[in-house]
């Protein structure tokens, strides 16, 4: 023990070291007593377990079959990304920033705790904000600051700011020891905010350049990290001014750290920001019908599969990867076509009904009371009579102001009132498409609206309409596996003796092949046929073969009077393309973590209905349709889809030509779209506008004439359907030669007929 001579300072000397020691024993002592939370007083610390496996809220991500990103679910817009994936100028302008001895300190960097200490004693805290990248991680990653973290002590102002800030270096200098150095910046970039709701870097890079982090400038770099000490006050899409001083300031930082060259600093410091803002946010990107439609779907999932494995995963926050049918090229091909169709049909449409509003009875008059009626059923104009009153509510929905509306040429501002603007969006016709893989059930394509922004209703799934004369081939069908008629028998089109009849049928008394009849569309062909086998046949084999809607067990049935979707539509006509077997829509192939663990994988359902030859004899029977005189799809020729292939079909049309339907099949993509108006008093007045083989059927073959010109799609090329070994059809030969001198009636085009 070392003996201090007698002298002058020697009382003074010993007292320094006593309050030195007992100084560094309070500072150790206060350090546990933070760490262990002694009496409740410092409030608790993330555990072990926590420390070891750091989990931050990431999107759940949905995947196309050809791996492409669709969309994702969040609650913070955040995706994960590695060390590789960052551009080192990225690197260079962050150290250079928030933290030039990052490489160098173990956690704690001591001048910033002297600039800490400064700003407690001086009561200006912000002066303190040297926090290393290390401690930034610890309060963002473990929320230490949050309420659940906080002790009797931290409501103390002053003393609450030690307490946090010692929280932050324990927390710091632990990390330090389980993490390296690139894993601790790769915590930092993937847990902060960039503002507009984005989070970490990946998701910011993104956001405001349309850039991956590896492809980033050194401009783009620093505006990004600039944005890092405060997002809202440098925001560059509210703040640009603000936002390019800082970019500045991280580009001189980097010059005094040797990271830039001044001349490369001259240069870049009078460039404009050029951003390219896209908010990658909820349902945007491709199929945002699909994911809305997936959303419930999985969390009802996840639901069943947190009970069965005791997890908490939530769609929101736990990074789930989920991988889908979709081909992003296949449904970037029917969102052109289908917007590019629908702009026409509605250019079509406000020409046809200019000057008069389209809600009509079928004799043409305006269905009188329609908008009011509308307003009163709205939840907002409920709610506001309920509050107000009746006459203050009509006013409050008289009362124009500005207000964005969708249009076809673009967002615009315009100044409606709420009533004004039910009227504007009800003149809008909607539509519904989907695409299916009929070999393995794989949904491919999927589009349930106009404009997902402006309307969420998905006309896929959640829609249900009269299919008109699309459901005529579960009739024929049932006719063929009853053996009440074969493929090569004929019907007279005439008035079914003593039974239900069409309204509005035009009968030709010819007789027709069963190809002429279904091709052309013939009503009472078809209503001969269902009282054959009765309507309860016709609806058992449709629910065989996926129509699972209710439906009407009446001779009406035949032309198409029970609502359905798109979605069991396309999935009932697969069967016929699949060897008659009836294959479940797949449209999830499997579900990982965040970590890239499978948690669930999904196969395909199949049960086979219909024997080959009988599915076979179902497309015969619709390529008449295309291939033959008078067939309602002839005019897919025009498209250039049929040459080389071959393409069964079928048409629909309801009353007033509320609804128009097309199904097409090809031997390995089956896909039908309905259009219409929102209600089903809005449509076209005349047959030559509102009918399926034109107001529906175009989408169609702008869509395949986009897929055949796609080099990338192998598996989708022109083909003829697959023949089953045993088929024949001794009247194959001479089917169609009966039709070249019949012209069929003007209204046969389809047109089943609803009421």
Partial sequence: MIELQPGKYRRTIVRLWKISGACIVLFVFFIVAVRVNLLWLFGGMPDLVMLENPQSELASELISEDGKLLGKYYSENRIRIEFDQLSPVLVNALIATEDARFSDHSGIDGRSMLRVVKGIFTGNSSSGGGSTITQ????????????????????????????????EWILAVILERKYTKREIMMMYLNTVSFGNNTYGIKVASKSYFGKDPLELTVSEAALLVGMLQNPSLHNPLRRP??????RNVVMAQMVRYNYLTAGEFN???????????????????????FQESMRGYLQAWLKLYNEENDTDLDLKTSGLRIYTTIDSRLQQHMEVALNDHMREQQRLFDAHWKGRNPWAYPDGREVPGFIEKAVKSLPQFIALKKDVGEAEAWKAMRRPYKMKVFSYDGEKEMLLSPMDSIRYYKRFLHAGMMSMDPRNGHVKAWVGGVNFKYFKYDHVKQGRR????????????????KNFLTPCDRITDQPVEGNWNPPSSQYTYQSLTLRQALGQSVN????????????????????????????????????????????????????????????????ILRIED????????????????????????????????????????GRLRSYGV????????????????????????????VSGIWVGGEDMQIHFRTMALGQGGHAALPAWGLYMKKVYADHTLEHYKKAPFNKPANFTLACQETATDTTSNYIPPALSDDEGVSF
């Fill in 136 to 167: 930034q991680v610890a309060k963002n990653l473990f929320e230490t600051r949050s309420r659940k973290y906080r002790g009797i002590l931290q409501k103390v102002p002053v003393v609450g700011t030690v307490v946090m800030k010692t929280k």
């Fill in 241 to 246: 001014a603000n936002a390019t001083r800082r």
């Fill in 267 to 289: 240069e870049l410091k009078d460039k404009p920001l050029n951003l390219r803002f896209k908010l990658d946010g909820p349902n945007a990107g491709l199929a945002p019908y």
């Fill in 466 to 481: 009269q299919p008109g004369s699309t459901f005529k081939p579960f009739v024929y069908v049932s006719a063929l596996q």
């Fill in 524 to 587: 009472s062909i078809s209503a001969n046929i269902i009282q054959m086998v009765k309507p309860a046949t016709v609806a058992d084999y449709a629910h065989k073969l996926g129509i699972t809607s209710q439906l009407d067990e009446v001779p009406s049935l035949c032309l198409g009077i029970s609502s359905v979707s798109v979605y069991e539509m396309v999935n009932a006509y697969c069967s016929f393309a699949n060897g008659g077997y009836r294959t479940e829509p797949l449209s």
């Fill in 594 to 633: 965040r970590n890239g663990h499978v948690l669930q994988q999904f196969h395909q359902k199949q049960n086979q209905e219909l024997s080959d030859v009988m599915a076979y004899n179902m497309l015969y029977l619709m390529r008449g349709a295309v291939e033959d005189p008078g067939g309602t799809a």
């Fill in 642 to 669: 049929t040459e080389g292939n071959e393409i069964a079909a079928k048409t629909g049309t309801t009353q007033n030509h509320s609804d128009a339907w097309f199904m097409g099949m090809t031997q390995n993509l």
